[in-house]
């Protein structure tokens, strides 16, 4: 059964695929049950995966292979925050190194397009730091980073 709200990702064609990727890549992430078109429409055939039930770190999500109209934006991530450098790393490279590409600040998109925030819990803290300064200076070390170093924004944080 479906959650009442769920996230609907628009994808072209690959959402089975895309799926299936989040599940073996994300702690919590599972896909479920997948839905084939009952008969043709404007991007696919009777037949076709049409959408496929899926969650990733527990949150519900249906992706739609509704075809080609549509692309992602920055407009639309998944953020998923993560304990450690060693986490940040296994998840930046596992999207990055499938095909997708690397943006600023923690920023990557999947190889179908979709954007991610991997993003430290460190980060986070640093920039909720009551003293400005030292969120100020966090700040500013993420500002010059792709994937984020929780050593240099510890470091940036002290000053």
């Not at 959408?51 to 990733?56: A, D, G």
């Not at 998923?80 to 490279?93: F, G, M, P």
């Not at 993420?142 to 000053?159: L, N, Q, T, V, Y």
Request: proline share 4%.
């Amino acid at each position: 059964m479906l959650a009442k709200n769920t996230i609907c990702v628009w994808y072209d064609r690959d959402a089975e695929e895309a799926a299936r990727f989040y599940e073996k890549t994300f702690p919590d992430s599972k896909v479920g049950r997948v839905t084939r078109a009952p008969g043709d429409f404007p991007s696919g055939q009777q037949g076709d995966v049409l959408v496929v039930e899926f969650t990733v770190c527990g949150v519900a999500c249906i992706g739609l292979n509704g075809g080609p109209q549509f692309k992602q934006t920055e407009a639309f991530s998944f953020q998923i925050a993560t304990d450690d450098q060693a986490e940040t790393d296994r998840l930046w490279h596992a999207i990055v190194d499938n095909g997708g590409a690397e943006s600023a600040c923690g920023w990557c998109k999947d190889k179908w397009g979709v954007n991610w925030q991997i993003t430290p819990r460190a980060l986070t803290e640093a920039l909720h730091d009551p003293d400005r300064a030292a969120s100020k200076r966090a700040f500013a070390a993420m500002m010059d980073m792709r994937k984020i170093d929780i050593a240099k924004i510890e470091a940036a944080r002290r000053g």
